[in-house]
């Protein structure tokens, strides 16, 4: 994730550039905290977690917005921190709650312990906004259950832009939030089938990042009522099983701020559209079902999966368990001014960490508040939601948002004994304790084999903001990661040359799996998640055409805030006038081809089949927008593009050698000079290399065809000699990525491969282009 801004009040912080999936080890939902049927659907028990109340109420309303509650119930102590209390639903239904049942808690405790006389929107009871050991109690705001299946609504939403209503401190603390407030849903098990689960290897997978909303907001291919929705994404299955993916990954859809994107229409006021906002941990966000009813969201999102399922795709989340919604204080000098809508109302402390003083919150996340990660409870909701999800849901893998912070061994300044490494709190990732949630996780689910199998993928985002919070290449066995080193070093590789010093052992690493980085701890270099660009970042198509950001710009392309200046972009000389958009073609079909001939498991945008582009904003986050929704209106070089990446991927799937469970050894990959000479030490050492080129052994690793791709880097053609290819084949080209060769055919279709030669023959390669051949 990347540096959002202010989202209203609410937020109240700056933000900064069908059948169970998999066995679990231990229980799932211990406390089984949540709201429930019986059996006999005759009760409903509800089931909250505060270690710090003294008492909570449980509200009841018949509508999620703009009324009154129809019954109130106070809960008991159940102990281990559990309050319970279990409600006929003949006396919901006598309190005149007919239809869907929505639900919310009021909780008091040290800050502010309950009186008789208290009122809604009273200060009877009221001591402080925060003690001193961290409690923010206050019963004028009515309270989320972290574990509801689903959500009324957004906190900020057409009917109510005004955040202050769910804030404490002096202005704000006797303001009711009970109409205005999200409230959970009481759902009914679903019995809608998520289809069965793919169990192919990830090393085998190709992934497909993208937003549910923005995958077919505008895809005319689509009935109009279902553009945007979990429906219509189901219906683009066949699209992505043509293209070649076999796993897509969706931006966040666990509920997320985002009913206020289109309150200011053809504006970027309020918006959240990539939605790393997270306002429950469990609920699917309403706001891309077509069916918005109690109960529909959770259908409709397991249908999507059902019918991704059915055309052998899996379906990945991307999670944010790092921050909440909630934020942090408003201010870095006033600690009573905080948002309180769920977890921070019923128990500050377990499940955000505090500083020393326990006033403010530590943050690695430029959201305001760290996640607690390594309290247990706090754990207990990140693996419960996760299970729900897996089991529930039909989720086959997760990418976890600035996962250092799920590596964080502090706990609050207050808990010291517990947090050795960190006396006054703090941040400090540890892989090698067992108590930090990413090993937690490991060990509560099954992680999917290398050969495949039943189990997770699970995806690292290595990095957070400060402390020892940049962990490429430093998770446990078990765990793959975004590798941010490849993007760079190879957009270094296309677009610096010149600017600053380009290492040809980088390349080779990137190109092999990045042994470099994942091979001593244990782990294969399908574990290395190899991408030229997210969506954090500029689109494939502009990391070629833009010579940095330009966030500014009128909706709705912008504005954008934030974003970094780090791009390692270049237009390939448009700017100057001597280069033109073949140019940039040709940069993006390298760019693509790095990502697919590589070892390791490859990740695209959506969009970069067709060259989108987002005219160089590289922090679109809060721009929900035509320009940020997928388009398929394409041009003849778009369409063409598409043609190259579907091949690319074709080639990528029809070739295990490109696609090595374990590292490859020296008898199956060779160096070489463009001499055709081996790449040397003395090679390997100058910096003023920049082509290499390498054959992959195929045969030896259950492959047809053995594999040459040479890369030059140089801005001007080099002649690459051809080493000799398996005994009795030649060497055919299929493709070149050379704007000689822009087109419709850049990339052949199987068995129209151009004979080269075999070995001593040469081949000259223009700038900035890669070539890739095959023996038959």
Known sequence: MKCPKILAALLGCAVLAGVPAMPVHAAINSMSLGASYDAQRANITFRVYSSQATRIVLYLYSAGYGVQEAATYTLSPAGSGVWAVTVPVSSIQGAGISGAVYYGYRAWGPNWPYASSWGKGSQVGFVSDVDTNGNRFNPNKLLLDPYAQEVSQDPLNPSNQNGNVFASGASYRTTDSGIYAPKGVVLVPSTQSTGTKPTRAQKDDVIYEVHVRGFTEQDTSIPAQYRGTYYGAGLKASYL??????????????????????????????QNYWGYMTENYFSPDRRYAYNKAAGGPTAEFQA???????????????????????????????????????????????????????QYFYDNTGIGANFNTYNTVAQNLIV?????????????????????????????????????NCPNGGYNFDAADSNVAINRILREFTVRPAAGGSGLDLFAEPWAIGGNSYQLGGFPQGWSEWNGLFRDSLRQAQNELGSMTI????????????????????????????????????????????????????????????????????????????GAAVDQRRAARTGMAFEMLSAGTPLMQGGDEYLRTLQCNNNAYNLDSSANWLSYSWTTDQSNFYTYA??????????????????????????????????????????????????INGPSLGDSNSIYVAYNGWSSSVTFTLPAPPSGTQWYRVTDTCDWNDGANTFVAPGNETLIGGAGTTYGQCGQSLLLLISK
């Not at 030229?532 to 500029?538: M, P, R, S, T, Y």
């Open 503 to 578: 290492y040809v052992t980088q390349d080779a690493n990137d190109f092999s799996g990045s042994s470099n980085l994942f091979q001593s701890s244990g782990r294969s270099p399908w574990n290395s998640i190899n991408f030229i660009d997210v969506h954090d970042g500029l689109t494939l198509k502009d990391v070629y055409s833009c010579n940095g950001a330009s966030n500014s710009q009128a909706w709705p392309y912008g504005p954008s805030d934030g974003g970094t200046s780090t791009n390692y972009s270049w237009d390939q000389g448009m700017s100057a006038g001597t």
């Open 384 to 420: 419960d939601s996760l299970a729900y999800w897996a089991n529930t849901m039909g989720v086959d893998g997760f990418r976890f948002d600035l996962a250092s912070v799920l590596g964080n061994s502090c706990l609050n300044g207050a808990y010291t004994a517990s947090a050795p």
């Open 304 to 358: 999507m999966v059902k019918a991704f399922h059915n055309a052998g795709i899996k379906v990945y989340m991307d999670v944010v368990y790092n921050h909440t919604a909630e934020g942090g204080t408003w201010t870095s000098s006033d600690p009573t001014t905080a948002t309180i809508y769920s977890w921070r109302g019923l128990d500050n402390a377990t499940y955000y960490e505090l500083t020393s003083g326990n």
């Open 646 to 695: 579907q091949r690319l991927i074709a080639f990528r799937k029809a070739h295990p050698a490109l696609r090595p469970s374990s590292w490859y050894s020296g008898s199956q990959l060779a160096w070489y000079q463009p001499s055709g000479a081996a790449a040397d030490s003395s090679y390997w050492n100058n910096t003023s290399n920049y082509a290499l080129a390498y054959t």
């Open 241 to 270: 099983a043509s293209l070649g993916v076999t796993a897509v990954e969706f931006l966040p859809v666990q509920e997320t701020q985002n009913d206020a994107n289109d309150v200011v229409p053809n504006s970027d006021a309020n």
